[in-house]
């Protein structure tokens, strides 16, 4: 018989092994110090941050961190609990009224995190006889969220029309049905095809929702994502984002111009059951989306400037990288084996990147997960490109 702690056990083994490989922790690099949104000092070694979703650059964004402090003298350090038993401080709605005013939608709610967003929104919308209709690729977040709820989840081959619209005309007709798309997905870095993806969904009477995380700030010509990028803002019913990538703390929103969204509140037990984010994270969250706002696409050159120049060095390279350039570079290795010894030579060299294992990619893969920033100077980004060399040099002698 199984024991109850088996699987943690199975789990440190894999995590022992990855160890023992790599000679260090690559899951759990102990960062000394931050220098800057792209230098740290990791384990001793100063190194190119290559991995930490910081896509404009602004987690050290001088008018958040002050009002950040602000907050803290005034409001103290957190809300001690849910804005259904606490109250919500006028800080939160303030935010959620310039989220709103950026997306150009009517109705925000704001959750303590991205996570608790996609889990909260998605198993409160859906009842037991509704569809929810997911890419096979979504995040553990909107899986999560799907699993909290009563609805049944239909799951869709990766950016496939075709196949979503074949699997909505399965469902019973007259059904209460929510497509869920993800703007630029997180592991491999391509976009939907939500134009195509919004015209299937709206033709089988349902309703749609994209999750914005890694494109608010990247994507579209004001920064609001994909939906902005194809021209559908209109037609889209929800959108979820996160503070955690280009807004550089932490937090999550939906947005929407269907007035019944404000009753998740009610309904959400993520956003009910857990306490409301603090009100320094509020304040340097606002500052952050008005410099977006007024700053953001000079910031996005920037960020795309120096995407053109690491997604097609390590293409040419050779190595195997995703379908398309976007900030986000997924770096398949052929085995974990390779994985460890090309991220311990990026370490070595000076760069850290994300490593990825099952179960943030599916079993027997490893990925090194890469994400450029705006604010990569072009010293670093020679650093970058220098190392992964090295790498691909060092697998050749290798092999």
């Given at each position: 018989m199984a024991d109850l702690l088996d699987k943690?056990?199975?789990i440190q083994k894999v995590h022992q092994h990855v160890v023992g490989l790599a000679g260090r922790?690559?899951?759990g690099a102990p960062f000394e110090k931050m220098l800057s949104p792209?230098?740290?000092v990791i384990d001793g070694k100063e190194c190119v941050l290559l991995g930490s979703n910081n896509y404009l650059g602004l987690t050290f964004f001088d008018e958040a961190i002050e009002k950040a402090k602000t907050a803290l003298d005034v409001a103290g350090t957190g809300t001690t609990g849910s804005r259904m038993a606490n109250g919500s401080y006028i800080g939160h709605k303030a935010l959620e009224g310039k989220i709103a005013d950026f997306y150009n939608m009517k109705h925000c709610l704001l959750f303590t995190t991205g996570y608790q967003a996609n889990v909260g929104f998605l198993s409160a919308i859906a009842g037991k006889d509704d569809y929810i209709i997911i890419d096979a690729d979504s995040h553990a977040s909107i899986y999560d969220g799907c699993k909290l709820g009563d609805a049944t989840v239909v799951r869709f081959r990766h950016n496939n029309v075709a196949d979503l619209e074949r699997r909505l005309k399965k469902l019973p007709e007259g059904s209460n049905k929510l497509v869920v798309i993800e703007g630029i997905y997180s592991m491999l870095?391509?976009?939907?095809?939500?134009k195509e993806f919004v015209r299937v969904s709206k033709e089988n009477g349902a309703y749609v929702m994209v999750d914005e995380a890694h494109s608010l700030g990247v994507l579209g010509e004001n920064g609001r994502g994909l939906l902005e990028e194809a021209g559908v803002e209109d037609q889209v019913d929800f959108v979820l984002g996160t503070f955690s990538k280009s807004v550089g703390t932490i937090g999550g929103f939906c947005v929407s111009n269907h007035?019944?969204?404000?009753?998740?509140?009610?309904?959400?037990?993520?956003y009910m059951f857990t306490a409301s984010t603090p009100p320094s994270i509020v304040a340097s969250a606002g500052a952050t989306i008005d410099h977006i706002k007024k700053n953001g696409k000079e910031l996005m050159k920037k960020l795309w400037d120096n995407t053109a120049v690491v997604y097609p060095a390590l293409k040419e390279l050779g190595f195997k990288v995703g379908p398309e350039m976007t900030p986000v570079i997924g770096v398949a290795m052929p085995s974990l084996e390779e994985g460890i010894r090309v991220w311990n030579t990026l370490y070595e060299n000076g760069v850290y990147v994300n490593m990825a294992l099952p179960p943030a990619i599916p079993a027997g893969k490893c990925l090194l997960r890469c994400s450029v920033s705006a604010a990569h100077t072009p010293e670093q980004l020679e650093t970058v490109v220098k190392a992964?060399?090295?790498?691909?040099?060092?697998a050749e002698a290798a092999a």
């Open positions: 943690f056990r199975n922790d690559p899951l792209t230098q740290a870095g391509d976009r939907a095809p939500l007035s019944e969204v404000e009753n998740a509140r009610f309904l959400a037990r993520a992964f060399t090295a790498a691909k040099h060092a």
